[in-house]
């Protein structure tokens, strides 16, 4: 389908100013000239998106997935497609290094299907110098878009069509909050709810601030109307996300509380909380609401108050460890995991010590292990004392060391328990067995039939392995 130059600026004439509406008639365009290549090629086309990075990504993806399926797409997991979106993350180094490693390979298939099209969005195209590269070195990249304006995909992918010329959209701050595009859900059953976008804590390490903007939280009616809808829809848990939930402007906790009244919901995740806002009334609303995770995710990031304070986290070693120990004693079967960084600039050996010393005493059901990555434009990286490769590597070895013992100890301590569990999958490793989740993020592996995936069942723990439970069915529910 071949438009002359006249009919595409009366098309773009004619498009709506207000969203989403503008958005769903660019869904339209789009599948006028999708329909006539699906005649063209008598067959469908096909859409992968590769998603790096964090929860919120996992989400924004899921978001640009339901564009392109109403656009006409079909969804495939293979790099052969017709469209290929790579949606990245720029939180460490190793996250960019990996995009442009694929996106060589993706030149070679790009040379067997030159209608294909490869589009970049997420936070690493928040940065100047990564657009600048791709510019001048990834030339068969056709459209590049920031974190800003991902509702906008429909209108990029119909001047691509239109203009066949590389589409940059990148937004230097953010843009009005678009409800109501469509979307589409990885799991039929549970589903994550951005309820606010940005963060304003600029840690002196995270790039975050700079490519996620300054905090806005959704209206509460809008999250709970899309809550109620995703329940009407089959949703029966839910993860609330932010960068930091607990600066939600109408209030965390209530929301949470409102969350909760909803009867199909049956669980209620969320994620991330900063330690320094976490408040008493959050940790009343989980302990009243059996429906709330038994899991809190607490970054530490560093257990040496000074490199704390080197980090702008505004609180101290033993301000964590008192947090901790109050959410233990009010909520006695609670998880609590986090995020650590290694060699941090100017971290020596006793700040780690610190950091071991936190590890022991919170007794972390888990925690994830990064080594220090600098990221331009931070704080932290025009920092004096960047510490050695070798260094961080040996503390790094020993943090998970210590970590991988004690939360082997500390997740395993339900042996011989009844627990309800949310049936996800068929066992990825063994289909003769399913895997659930208990509320605090442990998982249970168990022989049941498939129709369980999706509902909650009782299981009984019968054995510790490690890292996971296996157990027995006791029944669905
Ligand atoms: N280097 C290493 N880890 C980082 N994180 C954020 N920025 C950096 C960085 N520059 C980690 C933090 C955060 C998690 C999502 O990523 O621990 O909590
Ligand atoms: Fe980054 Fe700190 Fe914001 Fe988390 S709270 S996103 S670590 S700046």
């Keep these: 389908m071949v438009y002359t130059s006249l009919e595409i600026d009366e098309i773009l004439n004619k498009a709506p100013v207000m969203e989403p509406q503008r958005q769903f008639y660019f869904v339209d365009q789009c ?49 052969d497609s017709d469209f290929v979106l790579y949606n990245t993350c720029t939180v460490r180094e190793h996250a960019n290094v990996r995009v442009y490693g694929r996106l060589g390979v993706l030149k070679n ?3 067997k299907n030159p209608d294909m099209i490869i589009a970049l969005c997420g936070c690493m195209m928040q940065e100047n110098a990564v657009v ?5 070195s990834y030339k068969h990249v056709d459209i590049i878009f920031g974190t800003y304006n991902i509702y906008k995909l429909a209108e990029l992918l119909f001047l691509h069509f239109t203009q066949k010329k590389m589409q940059i959209e990148i937004y230097e701050s953010p843009q009005e909050i678009v ?16 309820i606010m ?16 903007g300054r905090e806005r939280s959704r209206e509460k009616e809008d999250i709970l109307r899309e809550i109620r809808n995703l329940a009407a829809d089959g949703v029966i848990e839910i993860m609330l996300l932010g960068q930091n939930v607990n600066s939600y402007a109408y209030g965390f906790p209530q929301l949470l509380a409102e969350a909760a009244q909803i009867p199909e919901i049956k669980r209620i995740r969320f994620m991330t909380s900063h330690p320094k806002d976490l408040s008493d009334d959050l940790i009343r609303v989980i302990k009243d609401n059996p429906k709330i995770a038994r899991h809190i995710h607490l970054p530490l990031q560093s257990g040496s108050t000074r490199v704390l304070k080197e980090m702008n986290r505004h609180y101290t070693k033993e ?34 010590q610190d ?29 004096p004392d960047q510490i050695p490769r070798d260094i961080v590597n040996d503390r790094f070895n020993r943090l998970l060391a210590l970590v991988t013992e004690g939360a082997t100890k500390q997740t395993m301590r339900y042996t011989g328990q009844s627990v309800e569990v949310l049936v996800e999958e068929i066992n990825q490793k ?5 895997t659930g989740r208990m509320s605090n993020n442990s998982l249970v592996h168990f022989k049941g039939s498939n129709d369980l995936i999706g509902t909650m069942a009782k299981v009984h723990l019968d054995e510790a392995k490690g890292f996971y439970y296996l157990g027995t069915l006791i029944r669905s529910m």
């Design 355 to 383: 950091t071991l010393d936190v590890v022991r005493k919170a007794k972390f059901e888990s925690a994830f292990t990064f080594i220090y990555s600098k990221r331009s434009g931070t704080k932290a990286a025009l920092m």
């Design 430 to 434: 063994d289909p003769s067995l399913l």
């Design 319 to 352: 301000g964590y460890l008192e947090l901790v120990d109050k959410i233990r004693s009010e909520i006695k079967d609670i998880s609590i995991t986090t995020d650590i960084i290694v060699g941090f600039p100017g971290e020596t050996e006793e700040d780690f």
């Design 197 to 212: 976008y940005g963060c304003n804590n600029f840690c002196s390490y995270c790039i975050v601030p700079y490519v996620r």
């Design 179 to 194: 409800e109501d595009l469509p979307s589409e859900r990885k799991f039929k059953f549970k589903s994550g709810v951005n």
């Design 31 to 79: 599948r006028k000239i999708i329909s006539a290549l699906e005649e063209k090629k008598g067959r469908k086309l096909t859409v992968c998106i590769n998603t790096f990075g964090c929860q919120m990504n996992a989400k924004d993806s899921e978001k640009l997935l339901g564009i392109m399926e109403e656009i006409g797409y079909v969804e495939s997991d293979s790099e």
């Design 109 to 111: 298939s790009k040379d």
């Design 132 to 136: 600048e590269k791709i510019k001048q």
